[in-house]
């Protein structure tokens, strides 16, 4: 089976770090992705790690230790238009096929 | 960057009936499309790997005679929601990706069905 495990809410305040956890068990491992999806709206890429260690785009950044089966997405200097719902997905293979997690709504207050 | 759109980006059907939405990538061409399925407040559940020129491959559980994916050209992709019924109500969404870009996948801005 697939499963990815990430928190279901997240709040935070306006100019704050934040970071949202993802553990995942596989059937196989190419990649993990992070994507950004506002209310009604359609997924955005944020970022992908395929080895370990850290990506930082911005003020994203997102970390992968394959060893753990873990990974991490980091958003700093919190604004109020990053209010939306964050998600994790593994690449199983190199299909591009994307399995995602339940997602992680991040709520970010004045 | 890289635009995937998808239409209509609502239809209301009676149940019964059936429903296509297309799903086309703008600027690149696009070998593999993928059709995921969202109900509020869930994931994306992906339902088919759809593929240039050959037939779709269903996850398990998705039915493949109830939801027709073909993959004519490298840039359109349609899904057909055959003999809607409430139940199938929901978030339709497809993803492509750039054939140069392998690591990212474009989404499009989705389709809401409603099925009375």
């Known amino acids: 089976g697939q499963s990815l495990e990430q928190p279901s809410e997240v709040t935070a305040v306006e100019g704050a770090i934040v970071q949202i956890n993802c553990t995942y068990q596989t059937s196989g491992f190419y990649g993990l992705s992070w994507y950004q999806q506002h209310d009604g709206g359609a997924p955005t890429f944020l970022s992908y790690n395929a080895l370990d260690g850290l990506e930082e785009t911005g003020r994203f950044s997102s970390f992968l230790s394959r060893s753990d089966s873990y990974g991490y997405l980091l958003l700093q200097e919190l604004q109020m238009k990053d209010s939306a719902s964050y998600f994790c997905?593994?690449?199983?293979?190199?299909?591009?096929?994307?399995?995602f997690g339940q997602g992680t709504t991040l709520q970010v207050k004045p | 960057g890289a635009v995937v759109s998808q239409h209509p980006s609502w239809v209301i059907c009676k149940s019964g009936t059936s429903v296509k939405i297309e799903c086309r990538s703008l600027d690149f061409q696009a070998t593999t499309m993928f059709w995921y399925r969202q109900f509020p407040k869930q994931s994306l559940m992906l339902m088919a790997t759809?593929?240039?020129?050959?037939?779709?491959?269903?996850e398990q559980g998705v039915e493949k005679d109830k939801f027709l994916i073909n993959h004519a050209s490298l840039t359109l992709s349609t899904l057909t929601v055959t003999s809607a019924h409430p139940e199938d109500s929901s978030f339709y969404i497809c993803?492509?990706?750039?054939?140069?870009?392998?690591?990212?996948?474009?989404f499009g801005p989705g389709t809401r069905l409603t099925v009375l």
């Open positions: 993803s492509a990706r750039d054939i140069g870009l392998l690591n990212e996948q474009f």
């Open positions: 997905a593994v690449s199983p293979g190199n299909t591009g096929k994307l399995i």
């Open positions: 759809s593929n240039e020129g050959s037939k779709a491959t269903y």
